[in-house]
């Protein structure tokens, strides 16, 4: 029976459909046997998980049971072009020998010819392989390849000797499992000072003055204090005080002191750093940074209450540690029972050994754990992308361990965190999971603890930290270092009065610091990403001291009010005298504000401003808020402006939202003092939410901190005979005691939304996270100019032109400002009328 012409044509699409489905079938099985021949070459070696292995597993099950249903040979049947052998055909007549003999040359030379081992060599370096480095490859060699996209080459260069770690190891292994309390005490036993006690002890006893040279993890800071204690120092009631130059580091050492010693911390073994005390009447062993112990001379310049003083980490340098070093030498004449130990780290000791009058040095040899140290082969161009290639190194390569890489602020904190995650995405089921843990100033605390939480089995913990972990800072199970060589190194312009963080190079004092943070609690690696030259040529051999590159004001105020007039300064013994134009900057700012007259004393104003630990300007805005009846408000601005600039959090992923929520708070052209007020004043009435500052994307540790400084100073109005009123309607009043404390510190507009400082021809801008950057006053106060990509003023307040002659008419002269009371307005100005 003949079909229709529709019939053939449905015959022909199911016959069609069928041939596709067949052909279909032959290559997703051919496409299944792909997979599991390149899963088999690629991670042959590696152990799998339970999930990965069942997927593989059910992967050739199916190949096997098609292949061997449809008895097809996939290969067999391959139409797909192939490159064949060879190009030309001898039919044609042309002769092949010589017309290749050129590009065959590579294949019949000698096995030993040096380019053939040179290609063999890098298709070698091509291969990807995953696994530690441990694994074997497929040819017998122990050569791991990196996975990622690229690599750092590093140089061992030396090793930083340690104890025979492994006998150790051995010995404590076999050791039956004790209590925390004498695991803490064995461990003390096996820190290289442990040996050296009694001596040490001996000449404490025999010398009033020690310097006690030490490497990286010997445990000078935290036994010498307590080798004191056991000896007696501590019976007559009085204390031991160690300084440190960070307050992170006291609070940790004093943590670990007081588990070692088996006590509640704030009893016996206690901290004092600004704003917060941790401390009671049992306490003996105190740590403090050195700033509080320089505090400490104003209540008692004797220091009656210590038997022992360590200053710890001398070579840091700090601004506090240099004027204690002059203002302990002249009470070490005063006070012979009173016990100096000068605690450093490097090996300058000599300075400080000279400058001490001779006194005799003390060394602790060795470090606990060896330190092998790496440099690159060549310098590297970004030293951001070079650290996070390294850690990535290091995590699929090396043993376990955890990482700590130096970087020198939140920011590029924040970047290699974000780059990190992106690439450990697609590698994390493969080579282990790596926790990224960041520590800087600004992070809240609870996130801060995690760097000290046990990193969890199976894992790696990688901690991106500032310079805040050189020194005096233990990281348990830190073994690798990854160091860049830079850090944000404070400097501070006389001329312009402008403070800024530059990124400068650190160090050699400071790279030998770095790389022992990775031998205190196991032998450990340190990759310094730059080349063995440039560490020995170009890196200086010390830092520069903080007294010759910061403001001298507070330094000043504290002098004048121990009794150091201008006249004793001039004779001071400083290790490393200050500028001299930083000296005369601070003595006119200090006279400016009415804090000291012009022979250099101190004033009845200077006394009250000396009793608050803040900035001389910001202790004369609440001196003077008496005056105008706001000293409430005055202390609560005082308070935030304390935190830093961390008040505000902006996630990368709601810029917008946390925008809005920080606007929020500008209206009426307010500025960013009164800002700052609502705030604080928003979230009182918010009962102190926590959930309300996550609302407003406002950092909970910030505003914690801010309340807790409020409270000092309240207490501190009551010393001061300064009673607490308010005039919170009255925002007049509240920015005339702005003024009274920041009247140096005025811009005014110029064209094109630039601003001149009204004392100085120099040109600053509003900065960004103002709420006044888009309005531009005509006259502003600002609370600091910070040097980023322009000048900028942080803190923000618009003023009247005639407060500042009200309240520093021997400062300014209505000449200053004519430029505010001419008709002719300059262009730019963001609001009408202006």
């Known amino acids: 029976m003949k079909r229709s012409r529709g019939e053939e044509v449905e015959s022909l699409r199911k016959y069609s459909r069928q041939c596709y489905l067949q052909k279909r079938e032959e290559k997703k099985l051919q496409q299944l046997r792909d997979d599991i021949i390149d899963e088999h070459y690629l991670f042959e070696g590696v152990e799998l998980s339970e999930s990965e292995y069942r997927d593989f597993t059910h992967k050739q099950?199916?190949?096997?049971?098609?292949?061997?249903?449809?008895?097809?040979?996939?290969?067999?049947?391959?139409?797909?072009?192939?490159?064949?052998e060879l190009y030309d055909?001898?039919?044609?007549?042309?002769?092949?020998?010589?017309?290749?003999?050129?590009?065959?040359?590579?294949?019949?030379?000698d096995d030993n010819d040096k380019e053939l081992q040179w290609e063999d060599n890098q298709i070698k370096k091509a291969t990807l392989s995953f696994g530690s480095k441990n694994k074997t490859t497929r040819d017998g060699d122990d050569n791991h390849n990196f996975v990622f996209e690229d690599h750092v080459d590093f140089i061992k260069a030396s090793i930083m000797d340690g104890h025979d770690f492994q006998r150790e190891i051995a010995l404590e292994k076999s050791k039956p499992k004790t209590s925390v309390l004498q695991a803490?005490?064995?461990?003390?036993?096996?820190?290289?000072?442990?040996?050296?006690?009694?001596?040490?002890?001996?000449?404490?006893?025999?010398?009033q003055i020690i310097v006690i040279v030490g490497e990286t993890g010997s445990g000078k800071t935290t036994q010498i204090p307590q080798y004191l204690h056991e000896a007696g120092y501590t019976k007559d009631g009085r204390m031991i005080a160690c300084t440190q130059p960070r307050r992170v580091a006291a609070m940790s050492v004093a943590a670990r002191v007081?588990?070692?010693?088996?006590?509640?911390?704030g009893h016996e073994v206690g901290y004092s750093i600004r704003f917060e005390d941790c401390t009671s009447k049992k306490t003996v062993l105190k740590y403090m940074t050195d700033g509080m112990l320089l505090r400490e001379f104003l209540v008692q310049p004797r220091l009656e209450t210590y038997s022992v003083v360590m200053v710890d980490e001398a070579h840091e340098r700090t601004l506090s540690t240099d004027l204690l070093f002059g203002l302990l030498k002249d009470l070490a004449l005063a006070r012979p029972d009173l016990k100096l130990l000068i605690s450093s780290a490097t090996l300058d000791a000599d300075k400080f050994s000279t400058f001490f009058d001779f006194a005799p040095i003390f060394n602790i040899p060795g470090r606990r754990y060896p330190v092998e140290i790496y440099f690159t082969q060549a310098p590297e161009a970004n030293y951001l992308d070079a650290a996070v290639v390294t850690t990535l190194q290091i995590h699929s390569t090396q043993p376990s361990g955890d990482i700590l890489v130096f970087l020198t602020g939140q920011e590029e904190i924040e970047t290699v965190e974000e780059i990190l995650k992106h690439?450990?995405?697609?590698?994390?089921?493969?080579?282990?999971?790596?926790?990224?843990?960041?520590?800087?100033?600004?992070?809240?605390?609870?996130?801060?603890?995690?760097?000290?939480?046990?990193?969890?089995?199976g894992a790696r913990k990688v901690v991106l930290a500032t310079n805040i972990a050189e020194t005096s800072l233990t990281i348990d199970g830190i073994k690798y270092v990854i160091d860049p060589g830079f850090c944000k190194m404070k400097t501070y312009n006389p001329k312009t009065g402008m403070e800024s963080l530059l990124i400068t190079p650190i160090s050699k004092a400071a790279a030998d610091q770095r790389a022992g943070r990775s031998g205190r609690t196991s032998p450990g690696k340190c990759y310094r990403l730059y080349t063995a030259y440039a560490f020995k040529q170009e890196l200086?051999?010390?830092?520069?001291?903080?007294?010759q590159r910061t403001s001298l004001a507070n330094v000043l105020l504290t002098m004048y009010s121990l009794g150091i007039d201008c006249e004793k300064l001039m004779h001071f013994d400083f290790m490393d005298p200050p500028p001299v134009d930083s000296i005369i900057k601070a003595m006119e700012l200090l006279y400016n504000l009415g804090a000291s007259n012009k022979h250099g004393k101190l004033t009845k104003v200077g006394r009250r401003m000396a009793e608050f630990p803040l900035d001389p300007m910001l202790s004369k805005m609440i001196v003077a808020s008496e005056k105008y009846k706001c000293s409430d408000e005055i202390i609560t601005i005082a308070a935030m402006l304390s935190t830093g600039n961390s008040i505000f959090y902006r996630p990368k992923d709601k810029k917008v939202h946390a925008d809005n929520a920080r606007m929020n708070f500008h209206t009426g052209d307010v500025g960013d003092h009164i800002a700052n007020l609502k705030i604080y004043n928003s979230w009182k009435e918010a009962s102190y939410s926590r959930q309300w500052c996550y609302e407003n994307y406002i950092q909970i540790r910030s505003m914690k901190r801010a309340r807790d400084i409020r409270d000092q100073l309240a207490r501190l109005l009551e010393k001061v005979e300064i009673e607490i009123t308010s005039s919170s309607n009255d925002l007049d009043a509240i920015k005339?005691?702005?003024?009274?404390?920041?009247?140096?510190?005025?811009?005014?507009?110029q064209k094109y939304g630039s601003y001149r400082l009204v004392k100085g021809q120099q040109n600053v801008h509003i900065h960004p996270s103002s709420g006044l950057v888009e309005i531009l006053p005509k006259l502003v106060l600002y609370h600091e100019l910070a040097l980023t990509t322009k000048e900028y003023m942080r803190q923000v307040t618009e003023i009247k032109p005639d407060w500042l002659l009200e309240i520093a008419p021997h400062f300014y002269n209505p000449m200053d400002l004519e430029d505010l009371t001419s008709k002719k307005m300059p262009r730019g100005c963001g609001r009408a009328g202006l």
């Open 258 to 265: 007081s588990q070692e010693m088996g006590v509640k911390l």
């Open 540 to 547: 200086e051999d010390n830092t520069p001291p903080e007294i």
């Open 61 to 84: 099950q199916t190949y096997d049971i098609i292949a061997n249903k449809i008895g097809l040979d996939v290969a067999a049947n391959n139409n797909e072009y192939t490159m064949p």
């Open 736 to 749: 005339k005691s702005i003024a009274s404390g920041f009247f140096p510190h005025s811009a005014i507009l």
């Open 184 to 207: 803490l005490q064995e461990d003390r036993k096996n820190l290289p000072i442990y040996s050296f006690r009694d001596e040490l002890l001996e000449a404490v006893h025999n010398h």
């Open 423 to 457: 690439r450990m995405r697609a590698f994390e089921a493969k080579i282990g999971e790596l926790i990224i843990c960041p520590i800087y100033a600004n992070l809240p605390t609870e996130l801060q603890a995690k760097i000290f939480e046990p990193t969890p089995k």
């Open 89 to 109: 055909d001898h039919q044609f007549g042309i002769n092949q020998d010589k017309r290749f003999s050129v590009a065959m040359q590579r294949y019949t030379r």
